[in-house]
């Protein structure tokens, strides 16, 4: 059965500091990985994809990473500004499955 | 566009009750999407739609737990005989129904549901 866990669980740091979210998932069998960010009461918005081919995403000041035989995947945010401030999660789509395993979440506060 | 649309925002109900949850896709997204959300917890897989029928219900709780999707686009989640245990967010995520590998989830704001 596959699990997505997500370390750590919450994390507070200063603006402008780079930092690192890290999920780890038990069967590296996926189709793919996607972060998420929610913000209090709101839904999830998609923030990267990566294809269980591909090593690597990047948007803007977001990169993520894949190391599928390994299960792990990072999500790197660069100069990071109270606005990131929300909870980012990371998901995985089990080969032979259309459904998304969700970890639990990092809760992330970027002080001004 | 206007992205997935999820009505009520907010519904509380009494115990034993039955509600229905309505979730509009984006347009021309052909898979749809359930799951529900506790407190501090992640999103968890209800049921899966392609087209007009369900093609994965297995995350569905117990028999109480109904979803249809008649005309291929708006679905509607029932519950019957609510229990205090149901009160979550529940989630509408729809996608293009690309291959698995590429295709990417699109979420709604998601129902608030309370049982008293």
């Known amino acids: 059965k596959q699990e997505v866990t997500q370390i750590p669980a919450a994390l507070s740091v200063p603006e402008g500091e780079n930092l690192v979210l890290n999920c780890s998932f038990t069967d590296s069998a996926i189709y793919n990985l996607q972060w998420f960010r929610q913000d209090p009461g709101k839904g999830l918005t998609s923030l990267l994809l990566i294809q269980s081919s591909q090593r690597e995403q990047t948007s803007g000041r977001l990169n993520a990473s894949l190391d599928k035989s390994s299960g792990r995947s990072t999500l790197y945010i660069a100069a990071s500004q109270p606005g990131d401030s929300a909870t980012y999660l990371c998901?995985?789509?089990?080969?032979?499955?259309?459904?998304?395993?969700f970890g639990t979440g990092t809760r992330l506060k970027v002080l001004a | 566009g206007a992205g997935v649309s999820q009505t009520p925002s907010n519904k509380v109900t009494e115990k034993g009750k039955y509600v229905e949850l309505r979730c509009d896709p984006i347009s021309g997204h052909t898979a749809l999407y359930w799951y529900r959300q506790s407190l501090g917890q992640g999103p968890e897989f209800l049921i899966y739609f392609q087209g007009t029928g369900a093609a994965d219900d297995s995350g569905l709780p117990n028999d109480r737990f109904f979803a249809v999707r008649p005309e291929g686009s708006v679905s509607t989640l029932k519950i019957q005989r609510t229990e205090r245990g149901d009160s979550a967010v529940y989630l509408c995520?729809?996608?293009?129904?690309?291959?698995?590998?590429?295709?990417?989830?699109?979420f709604g704001p998601g129902t608030r549901l309370t049982v008293l």
């Open positions: 998901a995985v789509k089990p080969s032979g499955t259309y459904k998304y395993i």
């Open positions: 995520a729809s996608s293009l129904a690309l291959r698995r590998e590429k295709d990417e989830q699109f």
